[in-house]
Structure formats: C-alpha cells, structure tokens
C-alpha cells in the first residue's frame, strides 16, 4: 500500500527555507544531499538545483534528469546512469500516477528559482520518462513533469519581466510540445486507421480510433521531427511497447523484439509513407543500450 | 488537410467584447447564436454563456454539454442530444488533438464569467467525451476541457476571494479529480498486470503496464465511485473499448458487444475482486443507449 506520506507535505506553496537541513526537518524532502527523495513505491520530492546540464526548467514544465554519473567535484557525467533507486522510482511516479513535490534552490540561472534558498513549489505529475544520449554521451534518463493545475499558482506567475512589465501579465515561455493536428490526422488517414504493427483497428461508436507515435520522441532531449517520416499508426498496445521499449524497428522495417533482437513480424507499411532509418535506428540505440547495461 | 483557421484567432488572451456580432467580426466565433462553431475537422470555438444546467465551469478545466435537445423558450432538455454536427466535431477535437478557443459570456452565477460582454479566455483542449444521463432524464453529451499550460493566465488568476484577499494568490478550486493511487497499484497487483478482457499482459524495461479502468466514470456528470467495485485492470486497447462503448459488461460478467449484444468472452475475474453490478448496469445503459438512436 502507498503511505501518507505522498502529496502535500503540510506546508505551504511558496514557503522558502534557508538551508537543505530546513527542508528536511519541515518533512518536504527527506534528503539532505540527494536531489530525488523516496523509492517506494515512487519518490516522494525531488529538489532542482541546476546541477545537471541536460535539466530544462520551464515553471510549470521540467525537464528532469535521473541521477547518477557524475563525477562529484567536476559536475561532469562520466558515466551511464542505471535505472534502479531513485530512477526507477520515478518511472513508477507516472505509472502509478503519484505526483512528486517539487523544491527549487537558488540559481543565478534559472528565473524560476527563488533568490535564495530552497522554495516548495507544488505537487508535478510524471508524465514522460525515457533513456536518452546526454550532452556528455554518456546513457541518462529524462523525466518530463508537468505542475498540477488545481493548486495555488508558482511564485512566477505574474512577476514582470523585460517584455511586459505590467503586474500580473507574463508571457510565459510556450513549452507544449506542438504536434502539428494535420499530420496526426495524415497518418491515421493514411492507414486507415490501422496498427502497422498488429494490423488491430478499434472501431467506435465516435469513429475509428488509432494513435499517432513519433519513432524518435518530441522535444527534449531527443529533438525528433514531427514529420510523417517519423510516425507511425499504431493501436494504443504497440504504442506503449514502442515508447517503452519493448518493440524496436529495424532498418528493413521489421518489428522486433528490444530484448532480443529477434524479429517478430512485419511493419505494416505504405507506398506512400517513407519511413526515415535514422529515427528507427536513434529508438534501437536507446532502448537496446538500456537492456545490455 | 486542417485549416489554419483552427487555434490562436489573433486576438489577445482576455479581449472583451460587447456583442456576439463583434465576437464574430474579430474571427474569434464564427457563429452568431450557436455555443459551437465548425465542424470539419473538428468544432474552431465554444461559447460558454450559462445556459446548459449541466455545464460545470471551473476556469481552467470546464465539463460542457453538447448543442441540441433543449426547448428554445425554457431552456430545458426535452429530446435526446445526437452525435453528429457540431457534437461530433467536439470528439474531433479530442481525437485529432486539435484545441478550441473558448469565449465567456456574462453570467452572474459563474465568477469565471466576464462582468458584462463576452470575453476570449484561450484555448483548451478537449480531452474527454461521454455520453450521459442529464438532470432532465434525456441524453446528453458531455466533454471535458482542460485549458493548456503554456498561455498567458486566465483573467480570474489573481482575482481576490473573500476566502484571501492578498492580490496574487487564489486559493483556485480543486477540480481535478484524484484517484487513489494506493487502488490503480491495488487494481494491478491484484490481477499481476493482466488485462482482465483480453489477457494480454505488456512486459517493458520499466515494469509491466496496465491500466487502472474505471467503469462508471469518476467526476461530472457521472460521479462513479472510486473503489475497487468499480475498476477493472485493462491493456491499453480494452480501455479504449470500454470507454469509448465498444465493449459492455453484462450482469454475469460476460464482455459483450455494445452494438450487438453479443457475448464475446468471459471477464477474467478472481475472488477477491468484487465488481458492483450498478456500476456495470450503469456503463450497458450510456453506451447501448447511444446506439439504438
């Protein structure tokens, strides 16, 4: 069973405290050192001090990655990060659907930390987890977060800034990831609403129902394409085995197995539909990486 | 292919205007009576004016009530609401992923509503549908909106409430509607990760993946309980099916077509999982329902 001792912490959204020690002995991030706080059965808090060079924080969005690789004085990733601990925990935040409560230290570089030090900023939703090449080369895991819209606003919204000055009036940063409706409406026409993996095509009382999934994934930090040489027409099974890493494509688009490599079946494919190699080959390199570690 | 007529009109976040007439020539809602306007692909814009008794406003996520059904003069519901035109558009919106603009009217029972006029408020996106019993007896569709992250805030963030007067923080209304995620770990361990319609079981680098399904639908309008009575461990594909009334439940626990009535298999059931049969006596009556018109 999940405990208590998830969700709000008993203090307010936007309390700051001075030192790491502070935020512990509040009971907000049971952690002094570690960014990530809890394992089971997900993490309870995690704390954004800007130390890893491939975290992108956008207020209400995050870009976070896992811990682990670093070597401690240079801040430089020297090595893979695994999924276990504090990784893996995370990745149960999104299936479990447990929100992690989110503290910002200070950061000359980050508008949205506090001036000094540490803030409770709210409860974020894991809404994206996978492997990835960081700036280093070196194996990391990114988690994408998305703040929870039913609580008080962050302390950044309605701070002035350069562009509009006017008090509660700011232009946020557009961080949604945009996928263009026509294409999602292409290549579902195109197939005609068919898995091109399993061939299953789900027909409901509102229409045939199919899933658009970008092969090389959207925005940070993979920066796939969102073009019809990147997506696929899948049901919503396949697409959960494509994104998480169970089903691989190969270069002469055939499905196979991330773990073994064996060849399954055939893509279901279109005369009309190219597929780029270069995106099927960046999803085999990250997903069959992570199983040989 | 989509028009670009679809998304931001051109007019900023929080744009009054007197009349329905200078709501239309500004590009903001091409209709001068109807709440919806377009329909190919999806509906372009809603106008949200207090007339629908169950529509729920919370500001950033809104419950809205499909067009038609209703006696011009009362206002009440006195005929089935149909799935085609503009309330077939709104599931547009959902599947293709395309937003709708939403404007308020003035409304003095909806403290999201604009003192007098009608004003643009941004887009949402349209993220559920469901047909459902309205307070009235008749059919009525209903759709879930949620306003996306990445715009400027809504003109009621920072209003002050009696509740906190300080300008800038808004004790907002708590609209989401939290499941237990101690009963979506439960629902999962209980049947291992199996689906309980087909069998499948998804294995992935990051743990296996089901899906907790509730049967009766939690929040507006339909209100199901969130208990174990009421879910079922689902893949991915059987979820779609059971949400969106290809599959029913019978009394007997048998998975039956909703269109058909036919048996199709057996629910994989275990003992210490009692299902509520109001629950799936519930879900039979919005789906066949909708079918027999």
């Known amino acids: 069973m999940i405990e208590s001792r998830f969700g709000d912490p008993g203090v307010p959204i936007g309390a700051v405290f001075r030192t790491r020690q502070e935020v512990y002995d509040a009971g907000v991030h049971f952690h002094t050192q570690a960014g990530i706080a809890g394992t089971h059965p997900a993490a309870q808090s995690i704390v954004i001090s800007g130390g890893y060079s491939d975290d992108l924080d956008l207020g209400d969005e995050i870009f976070y990655t896992g811990y682990g690789g670093r070597e401690p004085n240079s801040g430089l990733q020297v090595a893979d990060q695994v999924l276990q601990s504090w990784n893996w925990a995370l990745v149960q935040n999104r299936d479990l659907g447990i929100p992690v409560r989110v503290v910002r230290g200070a950061d ?19 809404i994206g987890f996978s492997p990835a090449e960081g700036g280093d080369g070196f194996r990391i ?153």
Chains 1, 2 share one sequence.
Do not use: M
């Open 108 to 126: 000359p570089s980050n508008r949205y930390a506090p001036p000094s030090g540490y803030r409770y900023d709210g409860l974020y939703d894991v």
């Open 141 to 293: 895991f990114h988690y994408h977060l998305i703040r929870r819209p039913s609580q008080e606003p962050g302390a950044w919204v309605g701070f002035p800034t350069s562009e509009n000055a006017a008090p509660g009036r700011i232009p946020r940063v557009v961080s949604r990831i945009d996928r263009d409706p026509a294409l999602v409406e292409a290549i579902k026409e195109l197939h005609g609403y068919r898995c091109q993996i399993s061939g299953t095509k789900i027909d409901t009382p509102s229409g045939p129902y199919a899933e658009a999934a970008h092969i090389r994934p959207l925005g940070r930090p993979h920066d796939g394409p969102d073009a019809l040489s990147n997506l696929l027409c899948l049901c919503p099974n396949d697409h959960i085995r494509l994104d998480r890493g169970v089903l691989v494509i190969t270069d002469d688009l055939e499905v196979a197995s991330a773990a073994s490599s064996e060849v399954l079946s055939s893509l279901i494919t279109d005369e009309d539909h190219w597929i780029d190699p270069k995106v099927v080959g960046y999803h085999r390199f990250v997903w069959t990486e992570l199983l040989q570690r």
